[in-house]
């Protein structure tokens, strides 16, 4: 199942809409049936979840989230398998914009202030998981 479609049930979430992909998977806005809450799921892409490697990559995700604890780092709430095997993430929704949009809709550059605000949350969070022993790195195949 490379994309999941709008309305389509995973569990207890109906999926509302694709959010964006990026080089291991796809996330989509869902809400639990049942509680009404808005969550994302991160859903690893076929070609990648082939790989045995890449897989437990994905897995390690939810672990490093939880183990992290920081508050800029969206927390795991749930992870599973869809019908054909592909694995996916819960996480929190957050609402606002990304930074790729933000950038887009300045239409030239950041105010630097604005630029070391967001480069000073990073290095915590970067700080943060590195005293836990974990390596943050997107990969590919």
Known sequence: MATLEENAV???YRIIRKLGQGGMGSVYEALHQTLGRHVAIKVLHPEIARNEEFAMRFANEA???NIVDH????QITDHGQLPDGIPYIVM????GESLGH??????GPM???EVAFIALQISD????AHAKGIIHREQTL
């Not at 508050?71 to 969206?74: E, L, Q, S």
């Open 63 to 65: 672990r490093a989230s």
């Open 71 to 74: 508050p800029d780092v969206v």
């Open 125 to 128: 969070v970067l700080a943060v």
């Open 10 to 12: 995973i569990g207890p």
């Open 102 to 107: 933000r950038i887009e809709h300045l239409g």
């Open 92 to 95: 929190e929704f957050l609402k």
């Open 111 to 113: 105010n630097p202030s």
